[in-house]
């Protein structure tokens, strides 16, 4: 949680430095609504151009929500998730194709729709992501992205299921696998 802390800080600092001298339209805000529809995990990324066609984008997801809470069968996508991110735009920064490397890292407790089974963990990877941006007027835009991503999982623990908490696995592992699908909305200031 501390190393999580110290990333984000120091990107936030790095993004307002990088802006200080800035010029319209270099910042932006967004929320991706696929997030908010996968059990209600908020979230929220602010993003700095950096020059015609880079940015730096560093974000967040938070989802402490029990579905079914009382049932034998309980519902769970809790997360706290940060990630920093270079982005290429391959036109102009906020219109057109993008590319993205991110550094990211997750807090995560899982249970529910397709398993009984129980995994809770934390997850430090790299992935790639790609996508559009459609601009809609001056200052909003809709983006859409798919992404994957890898890395280690540690403290990792899997329970039969969750109100037993007999433990099946547990220890560290390596990961690939699908990172974000984004359907966002984006203000640029």
Same mark, same amino acid.
């Given at each position: 949680? *501390?190393?999580?802390?110290?990333?984000?800080?120091?990107?936030?600092?790095? !993004?307002?430095?990088?802006?200080?001298?800035?010029?319209?339209?270099?910042?932006?805000?967004?929320?991706?609504?696929?997030?908010?529809?996968?059990?209600?995990?908020?979230?929220?990324?602010?993003?700095?151009?950096?020059?015609?066609?880079?940015?730096? =984008?560093?974000?967040?997801? &938070?989802?402490?929500?029990? *579905?079914? $809470?009382?049932?034998?069968?309980?519902?769970?996508?809790?997360?706290?998730? #940060? +990630?920093?991110?270079? $982005? +290429?735009?391959?036109?102009?920064? &906020?219109?057109?194709?993008?590319?993205?490397?991110?550094?990211?890292?997750?807090?995560?407790?899982?249970? #529910?729709?397709?398993?009984?089974?129980?995994? =809770? #963990?934390?997850?430090? @990877?790299? @992935? !790639?992501?790609?996508? &559009?941006?459609?601009? !809609?007027?001056?200052?909003?835009? *809709?983006?859409?992205?798919?992404?994957?991503?890898? #890395?280690?999982?540690?403290?990792?623990?899997?329970?039969?299921?969750? =109100?037993?908490?007999?433990?099946?696995?547990?220890?560290?592992?390596?990961?690939?696998?699908?990172?974000? *699908? =984004?359907?966002?909305?984006? +203000?640029?200031?």
């Amino acid at each position: 949680m *501390i190393l999580l802390r110290r990333i984000f800080f120091l990107t936030a600092a790095l !993004l307002l430095s990088a802006s200080v001298t800035s010029r319209a339209q270099n910042l932006s805000l967004s929320t991706n609504f696929v997030d908010w529809g996968f059990f209600g995990t908020a979230n929220l990324s602010f993003e700095a151009a950096l020059s015609q066609h880079f940015s730096l =984008e560093t974000g967040a997801k &938070y989802n402490p929500w029990t *579905i079914k $809470k009382n049932s034998t069968r309980p519902i769970k996508n809790q997360q706290m998730t #940060g +990630y920093v991110a270079a $982005k +290429y735009w391959f036109w102009y920064v &906020y219109s057109g194709w993008w590319m993205s490397g991110k550094a990211k890292f997750s807090d995560y407790t899982q249970t #529910g729709l397709l398993k009984s089974t129980m995994d =809770e #963990g934390k997850s430090l @990877g790299a @992935g !790639l992501a790609f996508g &559009y941006s459609y601009m !809609l007027g001056k200052h909003f835009n *809709i983006d859409l992205g798919l992404g994957l991503w890898g #890395g280690r999982t540690f403290d990792y623990v899997s329970y039969h299921c969750a =109100e037993c908490m007999k433990v099946e696995k547990s220890g560290a592992k390596w990961f690939i696998g699908p990172d974000n *699908i =984004e359907v966002a909305l984006k +203000y640029v200031f």
